[in-house]
């Protein structure tokens, strides 16, 4: 089946610190993978997304690289910032057509200054 | 653009009332979702439609009906709701292929 797990957190760091939450994958096919961020009281935005392996999606600093050999789509950022506090979800689509998305459990990220 | 549009905002229930919460988007897509969001167990999907006049169950369906008479509008229904059922319920659509969701701001019910 499909499913995806990421980091347990919540992840509290530093302004400027460098930020890594890690997500890994269990797909049929070929999967998409995204990151959705969820701003607090808000509904969720796409981040970044990727279609196939070895792909980097990217915006607002973070990135993240599709890993088929490792079944990885782990989130980076050199430098985070207040704003960036939030609560982040790796999700994936199933390949052949499909229109659904399988979450992690989000991760839950402060930054203080 | 207003997006997706979900309503109401907040709404508090007794153990057996029935609702309706409403999900409307103007961007013409095609495919519509909802999902509920509990702490520690991401999102997981209720229902969806790929179109007007189609649905189907997703992972956590029971309790819930759907239906979509329209290509804007996709309501999701309580029938008779149940503690178990309190959560933020989140609607999402998207076009075919196109690979972005757009998410509605939640709806948060509690059951008591």
């Known amino acids: 089946g499909n499913s995806v797990t990421q980091m347990e957190g919540p992840v509290t760091l530093s302004e400027e610190a460098f930020l890594t939450i890690n997500c890994t994958y269990t797909a049929t096919g070929y999967p998409s993978l995204f990151w959705y961020v969820q701003y607090p009281g808000e509904g969720l935005q796409l981040l970044l997304k990727a279609t196939k392996a070895d792909d980097k999606g990217s915006n607002k600093g973070f990135e993240a690289t599709y890993r088929k050999e490792t079944t990885s789509f782990h989130l980076e950022k050199g430098s985070v910032q207040v704003s960036d506090s939030a609560v982040y979800f790796c999700a994936l689509r199933p390949g052949g057509g499909s229109e659904k998305l399988v979450f992690g459990k989000g991760t839950k990220l402060t930054v203080n200054p | 653009n207003a997006g997706v549009t979900q309503t109401p905002k907040f709404q508090v229930l007794k153990t057996g009332q029935s609702m309706t919460l409403q999900c409307a988007q103007d961007m013409n897509h095609e495919y519509m979702s909802w999902y509920r969001q509990d702490p520690g167990m991401g999102l997981r999907l209720i229902h969806y439609?790929?179109?007007?006049?189609?649905?189907d169950q997703g992972e956590v369906p029971n309790g819930y009906n759907v239906s979509r008479s329209t290509t804007e509008d996709f309501p999701l229904r309580l029938l008779s709701a149940a503690p178990s059922q309190t959560s933020v319920y989140f609607c999402?659509?998207?076009?075919?292929?196109?690979?972005?969701?757009?998410f509605g701001q939640g709806t948060r019910l509690t059951v008591v």
């Open positions: 999402a659509s998207s076009l075919p292929d196109r690979l972005e969701a757009f």
């Open positions: 439609s790929v179109g007007a006049g189609i649905t």
